[in-house]
């Protein structure tokens, strides 16, 4: 079983100010964090989604591009999504992230990854405080039949495309920070100036005994 890793990074970030995949944690970029949490699993190819815009400020070598050549007409998630899976020709499953994730790790991945053992679903998607998280997911090349009827219908909104496959949820604790994503400066200075170090110290520790919980099974 192969699995390939799927950046989304071609938002305009209107309300944040600037790109903010480019903004900084520890030293990385927001971005960063994403490729290296899929990178530490040796998932391959890892593809970032983006446009042309936003194409020469990326530093990474160690990863594939598709690039949406039209800025003025940027499509949403579902069709970035439906770009990278419909040409990763080898790829049994598609773990999907978003580029402004900077507290993602690789325990996190390293969990979601053994759910797709002897799976039958469609999709794999977290769940926190009953809310869906579709670009910390997933997707196996079987929703990509789904995926090109609603992008050729013009129906790009992902939580209609979740209704018409089998979507396995998997919920997680309300203290896990990896589904922070940053949306205005403000919320990034206010991150930052908490105790972030400890919470998702313990955070990391927490996953890892749900991984190690699940390896025993």
């Given at each position: 079983?192969?699995?390939?890793?799927?950046?989304?990074?071609?938002?305009?970030?209107?309300?944040?100010?600037?790109?903010?995949?480019?903004?900084?944690?520890?030293?990385?970029?927001?971005?960063?964090?994403?490729?290296?949490?899929?990178?530490?699993?040796?998932l391959?190819?890892?593809?970032?989604?983006?446009?042309?815009?936003?194409?020469?400020?990326?530093?990474?070598?160690?990863?594939?591009?598709?690039?949406?050549?039209?800025?003025?007409?940027?499509?949403?998630?579902?069709?970035?999504?439906?770009?990278?899976?419909?040409?990763i020709?080898?790829?049994?499953?598609?773990?999907?992230?978003?580029?402004?994730?900077?507290?993602?790790?690789?325990?996190?991945?390293?969990?979601?990854?053994?759910?797709?053992?002897?799976?039958?679903?469609?999709?794999?998607?977290?769940?926190?405080?009953?809310?869906?998280?579709?670009?910390?997911?997933?997707?196996?090349?079987?929703?990509?039949?789904?995926?090109?009827?609603?992008?050729?219908?013009?129906?790009?909104?992902?939580?209609?495309?979740?209704?018409?496959?089998?979507?396995?949820?998997?919920?997680?604790?309300?203290?896990?920070?990896?589904?922070?994503?940053?949306?205005?400066?403000?919320?990034?200075?206010?991150?930052?100036?908490?105790?972030?170090?400890?919470?998702?110290?313990?955070?990391?520790q927490?996953?890892?005994?749900?991984?190690?919980?699940?390896y025993?099974?």
């Open positions: 079983m192969k699995i390939a890793g799927v950046i989304l990074a071609g938002g305009k970030s209107s309300r944040y100010g600037k790109p903010k995949m480019f903004e900084t944690y520890k030293g990385k970029c927001f971005y960063e964090h994403s490729v290296d949490a899929l990178k530490a699993h040796s391959s190819p890892i593809v970032i989604v983006t446009n042309d815009d936003l194409f020469p400020s990326f530093k990474r070598n160690d990863v594939e591009f598709i690039i949406e050549h039209d800025t003025n007409a940027y499509q949403g998630p579902l069709f970035a999504m439906y770009q990278a899976l419909s040409s020709a080898d790829a049994d499953w598609f773990f999907v992230l978003s580029c402004d994730i900077p507290f993602v790790h690789s325990a996190f991945v390293e969990y979601m990854i053994r759910l797709t053992k002897d799976s039958e679903y469609d999709a794999i998607v977290p769940v926190q405080a009953d809310q869906i998280h579709p670009l910390l997911a997933l997707y196996h090349r079987r929703s990509l039949v789904t995926m090109k009827q609603l992008v050729d219908r013009n129906e790009r909104k992902i939580r209609l495309f979740l209704d018409q496959i089998r979507v396995q949820t998997i919920p997680f604790s309300n203290e896990d920070s990896v589904f922070i994503n940053i949306n205005h400066r403000e919320d990034w200075l206010t991150y930052k100036q908490a105790s972030q170090q400890t919470k998702e110290a313990h955070n990391e927490s996953l890892t005994q749900r991984t190690e919980i699940f025993k099974k």
